[in-house]
């Protein structure tokens, strides 16, 4: 079945629903820029960070901290006040979504230079206005099928690094990741039920190898998403269950990436045919006697 | 899609410098094993040690990763002339200023301001905060000292 504007409005509030979800959930766990209220700031190598820092707007924040506010503000706010516009002036949703993009893309990467999350777990919102900002249902069908590729590639580059960079070669790598990941944690975590889990793959390399090649195994997976998108629901089950793993194993809360999911859930659909795109944007003379 | 495809690609073959959103997806890929000795700091709040079991995992890397970042912020000003002036000079590309990439406050308020969200944050506002460092070795199940106390980590070991 096609592609329908049902189909993309049904996108837009899930994704809407999602994203104020995890807004939620941040502010409970006071990671809104706000909460965090950073006094320094430390660079990556990343070249567009690079380009971000030489506006010095990272420095400004950081001299005027009411910002930290303003753009809370901005980055959880726009989405709403995207999808009224959009409703109200559909004919220059772009411009708008550009907007958008670029609050987003100042948010993430002031966000990610102060110590907070890794900027990989924000690519989500570097990324959907660029969905948002397609105006024809062909356009918006090609572009979530483009971050449904991105989605696709970052999952599967990370299960062949792990067979390129050796890891997967370890007996001892999980235990060797879980003691560095969590040894201040565990100092003191005590008899908690978490901090019993994983002392027991600790101690059990085998128990703690299998896993990581589970997990390895699962990012591999996702390179059949390439050349099929039959299997797409049960990557998300994949997904869904490496998300809580990864919660519950490794204490990385990786909940920000969940938007892509929605790729695959609407991927089941076919590209919207050109009359049909024609009839819904552009009416034909006479359409509405039909 | 060839562009993305084509940048993506050059990312993950340049490993180290990234352009976002295209990144090098490679954690815990490298091997990992377990070492003999862990540094692991303690921080004390008034007479309570911080226990992890009782803060969430993003409520315990604001206590944990936050201080690791405090020390590591003392290599903003390595990091702009061995990284960035060195690279951008060496393709011949105009060099920002330094004092966009060092912190204005010393490591000394910094680190103060660290105790003050601690404090904050397990609602002790009045209490004296410690910091100690120790090294342990873990061993059926537990991490048991090796000596008393450590030093902050040096430069030359957080700036690699």
């Known amino acids: ?290 | 899609m060839l562009f993305f495809v084509a940048l993506q690609l050059a990312v993950n073959a340049k490993r180290g410098m990234v352009f976002s959103p295209f990144y090098h997806f490679g954690m815990y890929a490298a091997p990992v094993k377990p070492v003999l000795s862990y540094p692991i700091a303690t921080i004390t709040v008034g007479n309570d040690t911080l226990r992890g079991s009782d803060f969430s995992p993003q409520g315990w890397d604001k206590i944990q990763y936050n201080l690791y970042m405090v020390w590591k912020s003392r290599c903003d000003t390595a990091f702009y002339q061995d990284q960035v002036f060195t690279l951008l000079h060496k393709y011949g590309l105009r060099t920002p200023p330094k004092s966009l990439y060092v912190n204005n406050l010393s490591f000394e308020e910094r680190l103060e301001n660290y105790k003050n969200t601690v404090g904050r944050l397990t609602g002790k506002i009045d209490s004296t905060i410690t910091i100690s460092r120790t090294a342990y070795r873990y061993y059926a199940g537990k991490f048991l000292p090796l000596q008393e106390l450590l030093p902050i980590p040096e430069i030359s070991e957080l700036c690699r």
């Open chain 1, 1 to 290: 079945m096609p592609l329908t504007q049902k189909n993309r409005s049904g996108f837009t509030t899930l994704w809407l629903l999602l994203f104020y979800g995890l807004a939620l959930y941040k502010w409970m766990e006071g990671q809104w820029l706000y909460q965090v209220d950073p006094v320094f700031f430390f660079p990556r190598h990343d070249g567009i960070t690079w380009l971000f820092m030489e506006t010095g707007f990272h420095k400004t924040l950081i001299r005027f901290p009411f910002l930290f506010g303003m753009l809370d503000l901005l980055f959880y706010g726009f989405p709403l006040f995207f999808a009224w516009f959009r409703w109200i002036a559909p004919q220059r949703t772009l411009i708008a979504a550009l907007i958008w993009l670029i609050i987003n893309w100042v948010y993430v990467q002031a966000y990610c230079l102060f110590p907070t999350n890794s900027i990989e777990a924000q690519i989500a919102w570097l990324l959907f206005p660029l969905l948002f900002a397609t105006k024809s249902l062909n356009g918006f069908y090609l572009m979530m099928h483009g971050l449904r590729y991105y989605f696709l590639f970052f999952f599967f580059s990370a299960g062949i690094w792990k067979l390129v960079a050796g890891g997967a070669f370890e007996p001892l790598q999980m235990s060797g990741i879980l003691l560095e990941q969590h040894k201040d944690w565990l100092l003191y975590a005590g008899d908690y039920w978490q901090a019993k889990l994983i002392r027991q793959l600790i101690e059990w390399p085998l128990a703690g190898f299998v896993l990581y090649w589970i997990a390895l195994l699962i990012e591999l997976i996702f390179g059949i998403g390439f050349i099929t998108k039959k299997l797409d629901k049960l990557l998300i089950v994949f997904f869904i269950g490496f998300l809580a793993f990864d919660y519950l194993i490794m204490r990385i809360p990786y909940f920000e990436v969940s938007p892509f999911l929605l790729t695959f859930w609407y991927s089941r659909h076919e590209q919207p045919e050109v009359q049909t795109i024609k009839k819904e944007f552009y009416p034909l003379p006479g359409n509405h006697l039909a």
